[in-house]
């Protein structure tokens, strides 16, 4: 667990804790959750922490098997919420493809092994560990490119009411600039979302067949 002191060593700690918090939760996460809640009491006072400190809490007062169920409900269940940052950016396009590479470049260029765990390059706990231990400049300017899905996925997350939503505000917390106040002004930040273009349909993000 890192624990430096400093604006930047602080949000190295919430990237990390929020790294394993927005992770499906197993027994190592269980396991960890003291550990977690000491290393960000130790952090100065922030709106990161605190949004973090209480997804810790709500984490570490349920049974596993609960968070396992409501961690599928929440994330798996719902493109709406997806937790690969180039899904809200470019979809199922095809040059999401590159994309990824270039995810995968960076974590090349760091000289670190990143254990993706059968994930995609993209995937926000996969980032945020990459951005605590691996390559802090990297990584946040990866999570700043993705902002908007960033900002976006908490807004998914408030309107569904989960605590989760806290996780994903601690990081757009750490990020520069103020966070958008509303969706609007993230899209009108991004630009128009992707339009699909793998198979024989052209389907607008986020429509259904």
Known sequence: ??????????????HQVASWCLDYPGAAL??????????????PPSD???????????LAGRPLADLQRDYVDVFDLSRERALHLS?????DTRRRGEVLARFKAAYRASGFLVDLRGELPDHL????EFAAVADPAAGVALLQEYR????????????????????????????????????????????????ETVGLE??????RP
């Open 48 to 58: 990161a922490v605190t949004q973090l400190s209480g997804l810790v809490g709500h």
């Open 30 to 43: 269980a396991e960890r959750l003291p550990q977690l809640g000491a290393a960000l009491a130790e952090q």
């Open 87 to 91: 899904y809200w950016t470019d979809g």
């Open 125 to 128: 706990p996969t980032v945020l």
């Open 148 to 195: 908007a899905s960033l900002e976006l996925l908490k807004f998914a997350l408030l309107d569904l009411g989960t605590p989760y939503a806290g996780g994903v505000a601690a990081v757009c917390a750490t990020l520069p600039g103020e966070s958008p106040p509303d969706r609007a002004a993230v899209h009108a930040q991004a630009g128009p979302p992707p339009v």
């Open 1 to 14: 667990m890192i624990r430096r002191r400093g604006p930047a060593a602080g949000h190295r700690v919430v």
């Open 202 to 207: 052209l389907l607008p993000y986020g429509s």
